[in-house]
């Protein structure tokens, strides 16, 4: 009855694609970038550079985007290898192909700026951090864009270089960029699905740790990675101790207590030691009502689902009054076979009488359908009533809709047979061997049966007579 499948599935907690975010370009971005350059190794741009440059600030009035960028491949074009001009004139660039979203333009001036800084102490340290970050979302965001898996592998590896780089040189990375990183860790390792990177998974879970721990108040994403993580590897338990700590700090999110029920709910199928699965069972149930106290998991599912784990550990007493409650105020989705499955509750505590009850008031509701009067058939002869057995399958097949109606034609001709009603027991013993769920070895002999006492009666009618 309980859902046996994880509730949540690991692949829609994350996206891959990139928070990027828009670099707007100020009036004075290309001749601001020029002048950084002042007391950086007495690097300049060159005279040319420097001339070319003052027609850039009318094209970024302008919104020229086009123009602008035309202007800097020219400058790229006549800069000496290595120089401030390809630094400077690089960076503008990019900066321009960002302004346009045009990411994966971007990535290669950026690139060659930033190693350029790097070489030749071009650029302050605090702008030379922004091009590393830059690089591992926008490498990040291009995985996506390829569907090629050596092509994603080598973006992934190249994001994760800059922006391992990047956490290298914080005094204490922020938890967006920790973010950034163990996302991009954990989308790295389920990059294919049929071959889990089973290594950047524990990465992925040692960098969401360091930053749990790093952190007073740690974002509610982290545990969401470290649960996909989990989930990936199958730990359940753990996956278990992650819910319940999300559960207790945001009670407000229903999708929580749904999956915890669902995670306790697969820990007691899974296990095979039959303490641990009524310990599983009951914490799914005490998970249920807690958040039924919260407001939450209240539909006729989740009612269901908990009347389902009381049947499961075998509290019929307390499945069959949640599920009579439920049934009879709509906070369970009514049908035939819940209706049965009340009416077998309380057989298991030999309540038949109750069981008869509970099938008569299924049959106001659903008075066309034949299967209800054949239970009620069946625990009348189980009561040595074989007449009100009788009446009720006469009832049910005149209404119809059974799942063997062969089998009820052969228990009315056995019925018939012990209530000597012999020619009845015969149609009904005939009607019976039309369909195929009545065909067994005892059909024949029932047959058999009710002839020879037919025979034995109208001998003893004949001899009466004479």
């Known amino acids: 009855m309980v859902n046996r499948s994880l509730i949540m599935s690991s692949s829609s907690i994350l996206s891959r694609k990139c928070l990027l975010p828009a670099l707007l370009l100020g009036l004075t971005l290309a001749l601001g970038t020029a002048a950084v350059a002042q007391d950086r190794n007495a690097a300049q741009p060159s005279e040319r550079a420097s001339s070319d440059l003052q027609k850039l600030q009318p094209l970024v009035d302008a919104k020229n985007w086009d123009g602008a960028a035309n202007l800097l ?42 190693l350029l800084g790097e070489s030749f102490n071009y650029f302050e340290p605090k702008s030379q951090l922004e091009r590393l970050y830059f690089l591992a979302q926008l490498y990040y965001q291009e995985v996506t864009n390829s569907k090629v898996k050596s092509v994603q592998q080598e973006y992934f590896g190249k994001a994760a270089k800059y922006i391992e780089l990047w956490l290298s040189r914080q005094e204490k990375p922020d938890q967006d960029g920790r973010m950034f990183y163990v996302s991009l860790l954990y ?70 207590w749904q999956q915890l029920m669902g995670t306790y709910s697969n820990m007691a199928i899974e296990t095979k030691n039959p303490d641990e699965v009524l310990e599983d069972n009951l914490r799914a149930i005490i998970t249920i ?32 009054e949640l599920m009579l409650a439920g049934l009879r105020n709509g906070s369970i989705e009514s049908d035939i076979k819940k209706w049965e499955l009340l009416a077998y509750s309380y057989l298991q505590i030999n309540n038949e009488y109750q069981a008869i009850e509970i099938l008569k008031e299924a049959i106001r509701s659903y008075p066309k359908s034949g299967q209800l009067d054949n239970q009620i058939a069946q625990i009348y002869y189980s009561l040595n009533q074989s007449k009100e057995a009788y009446r009720y399958l006469n ?25 000597q009603k012999f020619e009845e027991a015969l149609t009904a013993i005939d009607q019976a061997a039309e369909y195929p769920d009545a065909q067994d070895a005892q059909l024949p002999r029932l047959r058999l049966a009710i002839e020879e006492a037919l025979r034995e009666r109208e001998n003893a009618t004949q001899a009466n007579a004479k």
């Open 73 to 114: 491949l020219g400058i790229l074009r006549y800069a000496a290898p290595n120089s401030y001009d390809q630094a400077m004139a690089s960076d503008i660039l990019s900066k321009i192909y960002l302004q346009k979203g045009e990411y994966e333009k971007t990535i290669a001036p950026m690139e060659r700026a930033y």
């Open 187 to 256: 989308n790295q390792a389920i990059i294919d699905p049929q071959n889990i990177n089973k290594a950047l998974l524990k990465k992925t879970q040692e960098q969401v740790y360091e930053a749990l721990y790093s952190e007073l108040f740690p974002k509610e994403g982290f545990y969401l990675i470290l649960l996909a993580t989990l989930q990936q590897e199958g730990d359940l338990k753990k996956t278990a101790e992650i819910l319940e700590l999300l559960a207790k700090q945001y009670p407000s999110k229903s999708t929580y």
């Open 289 to 320: 009502e807690r958040a039924q106290a919260l407001g939450f998991m209240n539909t006729p599912k989740d009612n269901y689902n908990l009347v389902g784990i009381y049947f499961n550990i075998g509290q019929f007493g307390k499945a069959t």
């Open 395 to 419: 009832s049910a097949l005149a209404k119809g809709g059974l799942e063997k109606p062969g089998g009820v034609y052969y228990f009315k001709a056995y019925i018939c047979y012990e209530l």
